[in-house]
Each structure stands twice: as structure tokens, then as C-alpha cells.
């Protein structure tokens, strides 16, 4: 998850980059004047998990899932996941997702509130296209209104919760933890954390 591009800073450096650029990718969702749409075809994982989260209307195949498997690696969820899921699914779904990084099927993804419909993937896109056709036939200020009313309070403690991540990720990005997670992901083993 270190930035690309960073071979020349250091790992704090490095560090501070990737959540520079996470957290900048989560708030352009969330701060786009206009409704976002999310087509989760396959895997929502890390910071994909987030960015769709982002989104005001969230659409998946049935073959999708969501998954939060920052533990598994020693680092924790990021790009604002940890207010995006929880505003969504709860605080216990949420831990379980984060701390156990038990993935989300698209079916209990829906039933759980995290996304609007499931969808067989061959139907997927024309569901999606008709809710974009449906907005844009609407009030863009009216929508923009609306969309900022909605985040303002489902989504109220946001900012810190992406300043917390973006601390304590900070920390385990450049942690001997971190460091043994990449490894045992690449060699294709258990990690061995301290």
C-alpha cells in the first residue's frame, strides 16, 4: 500500500504520502457535487473498500464482497473505512470485518445495509445506469443539497475518524509489524508478529 513512486523518501515520508493519497481519493468521493455511483463487480478490498463505500449509491454483482484484511498485514483500516463501514453496518459487523478480516459477501453486504441491491453480474451495469440516468434527470442542487445533508449526518464523526487512521497508520506502516505482514503476503505465509 506504499506510495508508488517513492523509492527517494524515507518510510515515514512514504507513509505519510499513502495517507495523503488515500485520504484524498475518500474526500473526493465524498465531496463530489454531485451523486456518486459504485459498481462493485469482484472485490472491494483496503482502499477500494473505502472508495466505493464513499459513494452515495452502492450496486454489486452477486459475486462481490468487501473486505477489510488490514490485520492481517499489521496495518489498520484507512481512507475512512472505519466511519464509512461502521455508519453503514454497525459497530459489531464493523470489528468483525476490521479486526477478524471476516469478508462480506455482496448478499450480507445488502442485508447489512452496505450496499443498495445485488445484482447477477450481467445485469449489473444497466441497474447502475439507469440510477445515473435517474439523477441526471434530476435538480443538481437539490442533489447536492441532499447528498451533504446525508453525509453531514450519517457520515458526522468522519473527519476524526480519518485523522485516527491516518495517525495510527502512519505508525504501523513504517512498524516491524507492517514490515513482517508484506513479507509473509509475498513469500505466501502466516505472519509472525511481535
Not at 55 to 63: F, G, I, K, N, Q
Not at 81 to 110: E, F, T, W, Y
Not at 167 to 188: T, V, Y
Amino acid at each position: 500500500e506504499l506510495a508508488a513512486g517513492a523509492g527517494d523518501l524515507t518510510p515515514l515520508q512514504a507513509a505519510e504520502l499513502t495517507m495523503d493519497n488515500a485520504e484524498r481519493l475518500v474526500r473526493a468521493v465524498l465531496n463530489c457535487p454531485v451523486p456518486t455511483i459504485a459498481e462493485v463487480t469482484g472485490a472491494a478490498a483496503g482502499i477500494g473498500a473505502s472508495v466505493g463505500l464513499a459513494c452515495d449509491l452502492v450496486y454489486a454483482a452477486d459475486s462481490a464482497f468487501f473486505l477489510l484484511a488490514f490485520a492481517n498485514i499489521g496495518l489498520m483500516p484507512d481512507g475512512g473505512s472505519s466511519a464509512l463501514v461502521s455508519a453503514s453496518i454497525g459497530r459489531v459487523k464493523a470489528n468483525a470485518m476490521a479486526l477478524l478480516a471476516q469478508p462480506l459477501n455482496a448478499a450480507d453486504a445488502h442485508a447489512a445495509g452496505l450496499v443498495n441491491e445485488v445484482l447477477p453480474g450481467d445485469q449489473l451495469r444497466e441497474r447502475v445506469d439507469k440510477s445515473a440516468r435517474r439523477l441526471a434527470h434530476g435538480s443538481r442542487r437539490a442533489l447536492q443539497l441532499t447528498k451533504e445533508a446525508m453525509n453531514s449526518v450519517s457520515l458526522k464523526l468522519f473527519d476524526e475518524a480519518i485523522a485516527r487512521e491516518r495517525e495510527g497508520q502512519i505508525e504501523l506502516l513504517i512498524s516491524p509489524d507492517a514490515q513482517e505482514g508484506f513479507a509473509a503476503f509475498l513469500e505466501g505465509r502466516r505472519p509472525n508478529f511481535s
